[in-house]
């Protein structure tokens, strides 16, 4: 069992910076691979980011290349997002998720996480 709290959200103007955090419970953290999904009001859950167990891969949406950086430390059990260059349309609910799932194609299918967070706001203004 793992329990995912996310935190950094807040509100940014466009072309500013967040950090997004996500805490996990648990003893086993290390052995997931973490993901961030966003959800904007009125559109589906999308894949954001993914990072393998030890760091080593890591995989994003086009939307967010260069501009946003996954990454995590075992030793804390948590995982971060560093949003940069943040434009208006990354306006959104952020969740983390854990899955054991290894290979990085699957990644971006919220179906194959097993634990979700609660979600942190991000708003972006223009």
């Known amino acids: 069992q793992v329990q995912l709290v996310e935190s950094g959200g807040g509100l940014v103007q466009a072309g500013g910076s967040l950090r997004l955090s996500c805490a996990a419970s648990g003893r086993s953290f290390s052995r997931y691979t973490m993901g961030w999904f966003r959800q904007a009001p009125g559109k589906a859950r999308e894949f954001v980011a993914g990072?393998?167990?030890?760091?080593?891969?890591?995989y994003y949406t086009d939307s967010v290349k260069g501009r946003f950086t996954i990454s995590r430390d075992n030793a804390k059990n948590t995982v971060y997002l560093q949003m940069n260059s943040a434009k208006p349309e990354d306006t959104a609910l952020y969740y983390c998720?854990?899955?054991?799932?290894?290979?990085?194609?699957?990644?971006?299918?919220?179906?194959?996480?097993?634990?979700w967070g609660q979600g942190t706001q991000v708003t972006v203004s223009s």
């Open positions: 998720a854990a899955t054991t799932q290894l290979l990085v194609s699957h990644w971006t299918f919220d179906y194959e996480y097993d634990y």
């Open positions: 990072i393998s167990w030890n760091g080593g891969t890591t």
